[in-house]
């Protein structure tokens, strides 16, 4: 059975799901997705684990952020919630970075990290890549988030981001224009964990998974890298023929890499 709440975690309504019972599994969405990218996952998950996830502020169905906040205390204010004092995190994106911080915050707490092309604060993002994002988020503002996705849809920047598959692109199209709070709200107001996590990744012992995505852009597979070369725990699969979200494009077998590593 599934249960679907809105949940007042550190001031915020955030939409949480979870379903299943043992050993929990944290599921975090990244960028341009929410809970909804794990839809044909938490099935095959569930029959083993105990299953939580939520819609990251300003995403899908949570509240946009109004004051500053840190995606990490979020992920503890959830687990708290629910009563949870050790889990598992799967972490895709900018979700991975808030998996990273949370993990050298509060290590307790976690027992494996599986990072799908994880992001790392303190990494200095492309000038490119901060510019196409700082054009999607006016874009959405000026014209309306259903005219914007169809130019993001369409911008080679974003191809290694973007499915190929038709089903698939329609799947990250319907994510997009549900995350209307992300571009109501100051992305600034985001506060990262300090120092930067860049600097204290050979502090992280966890089991950690690195799943990279053969397609994705340069700077997402940098950071691949340099966790894998700074984190002694660390191990790395390549998905192929896929962008930056594995799980969208190739659920079947993400799932099957994630439920092999869990065990």
Known sequence: MTLSNICEINGAKLHVSNQGQGDTVLLLHGGYSNLTIWDEHVEDISQQYHVIRYDQRGYGHSSEPTSPFSYYEDIKGVLDYYGVSNTHIVA???????AIDFTLAYPQYVNKLILVAPSIHGMKYPFRMRWEGIGDYLRVQ???????????????????????AA???QLFREMYINNSGFYNSKPSLQQPLSPYAIHRLKEIIKPMLIIDAEN????????????????QSASQVTIQNSGHYPHLEHPFEFTSILLKYLK
């Open 92 to 98: 895709s994106s900018f979700g991975g970075a808030a």
């Open 142 to 164: 000026r014209i309306g988030i259903e005219k914007a996705v169809d130019i993001l849809l369409n911008r080679k920047f974003w191809s290694y981001m973007i499915p190929k």
């Open 167 to 169: 089903d698939r692109q």
């Open 216 to 231: 994705d852009h340069p700077f997402n597979k940098k950071a691949c890298k340099i966790l894998q070369e700074e984190v």
